[in-house]
């Protein structure tokens, strides 16, 4: 049995599955990226890149077939394979869609039925600990229901706010399933960090009402009261007083969480008189943007994505030292940071696009590319976990995750089909 690590270094398999088109065309980076047929591949690059820690999940629109109906037989096998290789897994159980049979998240079933799916996840994999049941909410709210480029393909306020306190309810309520299994299980949100910047002073005031939204997700997940502005703004468009007072009533599921926050070269933004907007790139920067929400919420932090693309002029390599530099910079002001991912493991797909056309342009992210080569940032990041590993956990075991190893855990109790899709795996 391996010892925990004292600091959470982390990669990601990206498992994006939002539809678009009307949705005609399911958009699944797994497959895309060739996950499905390389999975093991995968599964031993993490561990070739030093790390114990990955950000992963099944694809949840061919996992979750139906109210109580599932297909484990890849995520047997890939779980298991993960056990064995005894990698935390920071369970992603959705990412940015769901099944055809739900629809988009302008549906009211959604926070229940994807609670039975997180609860029935928990039950047959209850050696996992860390979870991020929702993905980036705001991010998902953001553009499936305003910008109108994914799943439900709306954008008006109403919807936007009928998918957010939707997306933001199933997370709060696969929270309480989760923890129903596994008392001690551990919750990484995994939200992006935003700032809005004024172009001139016409536009104070439409910044302003985006540097409020952008705490929206985070204030329902934890409980916390919205801004006044913001209040109406949700009550104005659709959120009634009974469904606000139900995210307050959870508070208490705070203490199980990490505050997980993503960072890219488009997180920042810069509004205009019209409230219109584009990116700004790094202003503020991620020590910045994390002292903001620490504040607000005082949790400990994770830096759970960031990446830039490849140029070949070390681009990537100059981003990776940023972003470390940075998360040792708000450590030692007294932010309890407690991980830092690189995002992702592999090259993504037509994220130049933000998934929202077939193209099948590469998008040259990863810690390897797409024939699972190595890249230059790949290898900046293997010697970065080298090097700081052991020295982290000098500065306090208080700031430490309390971590169970998958091999720590005893697995007796799973189902009899998860063992019987193990050996027949092996016969293969």
Known sequence: MNTPPAFIFATGIENSIPRI?????????????????????????????????????????????????HDWDFADQAFGELHRRDIVPIVDLCHFGVPDWIGDFQNPDFPNLFADYAGAFARRYPWVQLYTPVNEMYICALFSARYGWWNEELSTDRSFVTALKHIVAANVLAMRAILAVRPDAIFIQSESTEYFHAESPAAIAPAELRNQERFLSLDLNYGRRVDSGMYEYLLDNGMTRAEYHFFLHHSPLKRHCIMGNDYYWTNEHLVMPDGATRASGEVFGYAVLTHQYHDRYALPVMHTETNIREDGEGAAERWLWKQWANVLRVRNDGVPVVGFTWYSLTDQV????????????????????????????????????????????AQSLC?????????????????????????????R
């Not at 390897?368 to 990041?381: H, N, Q, S, T, W």
């Open 399 to 427: 700031l430490q995750v309390p971590v169970v190893m998958p091999s720590a855990h005893q697995i007796d109790g799973l189902p009899e089909a998860y063992w019987v899709g193990q050996a027949r795996q092996r016969v």
């Open 21 to 69: 088109k009307g949705g005609t065309v399911r958009v699944d980076e797994m497959a895309r990226c060739g996950h499905y047929e390389r999975w093991r591949e995968d599964f031993a690059l993490v561990q070739e890149m030093g790390l114990t820690f990955l950000r992963y999940g099944p694809p949840l629109h061919t996992t979750l077939l139906g109210p109580g109906r």
């Open 350 to 393: 037509d994220w130049d696009t933000a998934l929202r056309e077939e193209n099948g342009h590469v998008d040259p992210v990863g810690l390897y590319d797409l024939d699972r080569k190595i890249r230059p940032v790949g290898v900046a990041f293997k010697r970065l976990v080298e090097q700081w590993r052991d020295v982290l956990p």
